[in-house]
């Protein structure tokens, strides 16, 4: 499939609009969320190894890309119902649920909550409580926020009040045992072998605290597999959803 040949659009929810691209096919369906000052561009390189018969949402988080921007308090909380209105408005069901980094934080929790899914797949996952303590026990939270802004900010054009939220808000929200144990959906946790942001550590832990999850990584990525290994990334997800590619 290709990345500019997917429809586009926008489907209102109470919190703001959230812009869309969909390709429509007859077998597995998945939505992406994409990272912290991502938008759906960054799923291009994956989908164009992907079959022609998956079909694929993937969307800008609110805040990010073409989705409205308002100002609110931009919590996982907040991200989840978005997300909730968004499946409901579009009528997708029997879907898996497919987020990298930030994006993994908010596919967690949205699986957490027991809405239906096929499965989940959590991609370098940020969010996890041992990983926010770690920050903390650094003795240095705020430089760490100023430079994850200071870093997001230089992508994408984000908006500052949107990226300085999130982040203001991060050690709130975090995946603790009791969130993580509370997912029964099949659930696969993607790693980089060599990601410099969130530790492999933390995907391995992240793996213990799912229930029945599996762990797969990827030789030689970073943080965000589906972009540096995306013919590898996508050959997982197939063996996931159970399809061929």
Known sequence: MNYDNFDEGYVPT???SIYYRHHAGSKKRIIFLHGLGANTKTWAKLVARMPD?????????????????PRIEYRITTQ???????????????????GNSYGGWIAAHYASQGYQLDGLVLEDAAGLKE???????????????????????????NRDYVI???????FDSALDSDTLSAIRVKTLVL????????DLKYGKLLHEKIPGSELVVIK??????????????????????????
């Open 80 to 98: 989840t119902q978005a997300l909730r209105e968004f499946v409901s408005a579009v009528k997708y069901f029997n879907f898996s649920l497919f």
């Open 191 to 198: 790693w980089g072998e060599n990601d410099s942001i969130i």
């Open 53 to 69: 018969d998956f079909d694929v949402y993937l969307i800008d988080l609110l805040g990010h890309g073409n989705s409205d921007a």
């Open 14 to 16: 109470s919190l703001g």
């Open 220 to 245: 030689g990525a970073g943080h965000t597999p589906h972009y540096s290994a995306p013919s590898e990334v996508s050959r997982e997800l197939c063996t996931f959803i159970g399809s061929e590619c």
């Open 131 to 157: 990983y926010l303590d770690d920050i903390l026990k650094s003795g240095n939270p705020e430089e760490y926020k100023a430079r994850l802004i200071k870093g997001v900010m230089e992508l994408n054009g």
């Open 164 to 170: 300085k939220s999130i982040v203001d808000s991060e």
